[in-house]
């Protein structure tokens, strides 16, 4: 099997794991930013196997320019979109935050 079968190019920001939703930024991240093992990895993400994992490695170490722009790419969009998401939180966060603020002062209340 070639190299890039293990892979769907959804777009050219969207690179996957063929036959699962995980991205190869996912794969990439645990093992270059948390230093995670291909079977630490393989046990996180329940739907990918220890080959498809050294095949995302493997492929980064043949691309690595390319998956390194493909990163940084993700890693600002996910800065960008938590600076959104803490700007203007759903109404769901938003109820979640006074749950947890009311939690916080019962517990203040008992003690």
């Known amino acids: 099997m070639k190299l890039e079968e293990y892979f ?8 996957r794991l063929k036959g699962t939703r995980i991205g190869i930024e996912s794969i990439l991240y645990e093992y270059i930013y948390h230093c995670k093992t291909p079977e ?4 996180q993400f329940h739907t990918v196997t220890l080959e ?15 998956v390194d722009a493909y990163l ?3 890693l600002e969009f996910s800065r ?19 749950m947890q603020e009311e939690n916080a ?6 003690s």
Not at 80 to 98: D, L
Request: hydrophobic share 35%; aromatic share 10%.
């Open 52 to 66: 498809q994992v050294y095949a995302t490695i493997l492929y980064y170490l043949h691309h690595r320019s390319e």
């Open 105 to 110: 002062l019962k517990q203040l209340q008992e």
């Open 80 to 98: 960008t979109i938590r600076e959104e998401q803490q700007q203007n939180p759903s109404p769901a966060r938003m109820r979640f935050r006074r």
């Open 40 to 43: 630490e990895i393989a046990e």
């Open 72 to 74: 940084v790419d993700w």
């Open 8 to 15: 769907n190019a959804l777009a050219p920001d969207d690179i």
